[in-house]
T-cell receptor, first 118, second 115 residues
Framework: AQTVTQSQPEMSVQEAETVTLSCTYD???????LFWYKQPPSRQMILVIR??????QNATENRFSVNFQKAAKSFSLKISDSQLGDTAMYFC???????????????FGTGTRLKVLA | GAVVSQHPSRVICKSGTSVKIECRSL??????MFWYRQFPKQSLMLMAT?????????EQGVEKDKFLINHASLTLSTLTVTSAHPEDSSFYIC???????????FGPGTRLTVT
């Protein structure tokens, strides 16, 4: 079964600094997708960045980038130039065909609460 | 684009009653929707996968007779919590898959409180 582990329950970073959130996962599949979602206090889930496992190049979205290490099954998120609006829960998620039905489903990590300090 | 709405955003019901939560894809058609449950300060737990025109696929441990899911159209899925009990109080989130590469878009969630 697939699992997603986020070992940092809480983190803080000074405004304008850089922070890295860690995520590891376990799967026997070769083709899958990885995501980072942000959940601000409003609780609306927002997609931050996605990575296809078959792509070696790390995904980048403006201030957000990932370090995808497929062999190590690691998928960390780096936030550069942190802003107060980045304060939120961040969830790492795995998308694969883990079920016998072959339907894709998502598995979420336990989340990291990030606080950006002024 | 790819907006998903949920209604109601908050609901309080008495123990033993049923409550229905609607999930709508506003600007796209979604053959697949997901229902999640999130406890305070915890992660999202997938409850079931809802496919238009067919029965929902429930995750292990989720009572299908208690959490009724209907996906009658390409833009609407409903979750009905039957005979609700206080332990059903939670934050329920739906999501819908949209277009290639079938990204998941989330609704804003519904906070259910059973008294």
């Amino acid at each position: 079964a697939q699992t997603v582990t986020q070992s940092q329950p809480e983190m803080s970073v000074q405004e304008a600094e850089t922070v890295t959130l860690s995520c590891t996962y376990d799967t026997s599949e070769n083709n899958y997708y990885l995501f980072w979602y942000k959940q601000p206090p409003s609780r609306q889930m927002i997609l931050v960045i996605r990575q296809e496992a078959y792509k070696q190049q790390n995904a980048t979205e403006n201030r957000f980038s990932v370090n995808f290490q497929k062999a190590a099954k690691s998928f960390s998120l780096k936030i550069s130039d942190s802003q107060l609006g980045d304060t939120a829960m961040y969830f790492c998620a795995f998308k694969g065909r883990g079920t016998t039905s072959g339907t894709y489903k998502y598995i979420f990590g336990t989340g990291t609460r990030l606080k950006v300090l002024a | 684009g790819a907006v998903v709405s949920q209604h109601p955003s908050r609901v309080i019901c008495k123990s033993g009653t049923s409550v229905k939560i609607e999930c709508r894809s506003l600007d796209f058609q979604a053959t697949t929707m997901f229902w999640y449950r999130q406890f305070p300060k915890q992660s999202l737990m997938l409850m079931a996968t809802s496919n238009e025109g067919s029965k929902a696929t429930y995750e292990q441990g989720v009572e299908k007779d208690k959490f009724l899911i209907n996906h009658a159209s390409l833009t609407l899925s409903t979750l009905t919590v039957t005979s609700a009990h206080p332990e059903d109080s939670s934050f329920y989130i739906c999501s819908a898959l949209a277009g290639a590469p079938y990204e998941q878009y989330f609704g804003p969630g519904t906070r259910l409180t059973v008294t």
